[in-house]
């Protein structure tokens, strides 16, 4: 079970449920504009920090706690692994998250339930952020194209294919060089 740290009500990410007032069935809607947190991503493809993330949410309360639920939208920035181009992906993710009351979680602990998943409200708020990179990270692409058919890059001078699908060196396999040798001698005596 995550211990929650205190956390700071003006932060973009901490949400307040006061107004729901414990009271299953409650609702309320947030929609908001947020600048994307640090290391939204991968090595590869991420949101670039403090670019638009924007959160269309439904916080309701359940007997358990809070249960918030909506989208995530923003776009991800990364490069393709064949060619290094830039690669630019729209990021739409469902999230769903149950916040559990401080006393309900005790309660699951002494019970013997301890869930290492289980998010707890801290007083009346609750932290998005995690929960964030939970469905954000996962949805973003494990190995990005600039597109599904990208040749990639010449293993012999690094330039981009698809600039020049008939790019090609002429390769002499290494067990024929002595005879290209032997060519250049044959050569030189018929000029003589």
């Not at 638009?52 to 639920?69: F, I």
């Not at 699951?108 to 998943?117: C, I, L, P, R, T």
């Not at 597109?147 to 008939?166: I, K, M, Q, V």
């Amino acid at each position: 079970m995550q211990r929650p740290v205190h956390l700071d009500p003006r932060s973009p990410f901490v949400l307040d449920t006061h107004e729901l007032g414990r009271r299953p069935g409650s609702t309320r809607t947030v929609q908001r504009t947020v600048g994307a947190p640090e290391d939204l991503g991968t090595d590869v493809i991420g949101i670039p920090p403090g670019t638009d993330l924007e959160l269309d949410l439904r916080l309701e309360a359940v007997m358990e706690g809070v249960l918030v639920s909506g989208y995530v939208r923003g776009r991800a920035v990364g490069e393709c692994v064949r060619c290094l181009e830039e690669v630019v992906e729209d990021v739409d993710v469902t999230l769903t998250e149950l916040y559990v009351y401080p006393e309900r979680a005790a309660a699951a602990v002494e019970e013997g339930d301890e869930d290492e998943d289980v998010r707890e409200l801290e007083g009346d708020l609750i932290d998005l952020e995690p929960a964030l990179r939970d469905v954000v990270v996962p949805a973003l692409p494990f190995q990005p194209l600039c597109r599904p058919d990208c040749p990639g890059l010449c293993s012999e001078c690094g330039a981009r294919l698809a600039d020049d699908p008939d790019h090609s060196h002429e390769t002499l396999d290494p067990r024929w060089s002595a005879l290209s040798g032997l060519s250049s001698k044959v050569d030189e005596t018929k000029e003589s």
